[in-house]
């Protein structure tokens, strides 16, 4: 089964400037995360999706970061624009459905280094 | 806030001996706990969880024990090998939420050859 794919692995962008991670979750899993990990800290919850849906933006910069999931599958996170607080690790991942059942597994990708200058 | 956070940022073990990693919560709402290992360079690798039903957890080579009283989780690796250098997180969930992971600072293990 293949995991979670994300891209870029890494990025080098300038203070103010834009960037865009797309992540590609597990065939069948409904459920996408997308998480800020900075140096030494652990993942941070940043947005959660069921389907095309937002269930959890509560700790997303609304001002400069956006995520989308149109059609339910592939993702994409957005910093427009960046700050140098924002150099972190960008981690990706998918569960099977919320709900009946117990909490669901989630599975990480590799995740994008972002390092703003 | 609520957070969960662990005692110790490092810890150094010598390979077949045993380690043991562990981590304190502060919400009691919290009914799910996991462990994660993150090698370099990758994403958090799922370990062992437990729910707060139980108190304790085997996996192969892995245990993870709940002290819902005193809130602390605890990791126990038998026969550490190289292989198991890494950081550990442990993560709190609320079942009845959203499946919200709140996860700890890590511990970063080190086996000695």
């Known amino acids: 089964e293949a995991g979670v794919a994300q891209s870029p692995r890494y990025k080098i962008i300038e203070k103010r400037q834009s960037v865009a991670f797309w992540c590609n979750p597990i065939s069948g899993h409904a459920t996408l995360y997308w998480y800020q990990q900075i140096l030494g800290q652990g993942p941070k919850l940043l947005i959660q999706?069921?389907?095309?849906?937002?269930?959890?933006d509560s700790q997303l910069p609304k001002d400069r970061f956006s995520a989308e999931r149109l059609k339910g599958v592939d993702s994409t996170l957005k910093i427009q624009p960046a700050k140098l607080e924002d150099s972190a690790v960008y981690l990706c991942a998918s569960s099977l459905d919320l709900g009946a059942g117990g909490p669901r597994e989630q599975f990480f990708g590799p995740g994008t280094r972002l390092t703003v200058l | 806030g609520e957070s969960v956070g662990l005692h110790l940022p490092t810890l150094s073990v010598q390979e077949g001996d045993n380690s043991i990693i562990n981590c304190a919560y502060s919400n009691s709402a919290s009914d799910y706990f996991i462990w994660y290992k993150q090698e370099s360079g990758k994403g958090p690798q799922f370990i062992i969880d437990i729910r707060s039903n139980m108190d304790k957890r085997q996996g192969q080579r892995v245990t993870v024990l709940l002290n819902k009283t005193v809130k602390h989780l605890s990791l126990q690796i038998a026969a550490t090998q190289p292989g198991d250098s890494a950081v550990y997180f442990c993560?709190?969930?609320?079942?009845?939420?959203?499946?919200?992971?709140?996860f700890g600072t890590g511990t970063r293990l080190t086996i000695i050859p």
């Open positions: 999706f069921q389907n095309n849906g937002v269930v959890d």
């Open positions: 993560a709190e969930n609320n079942i009845h939420g959203n499946e919200k992971l709140t």
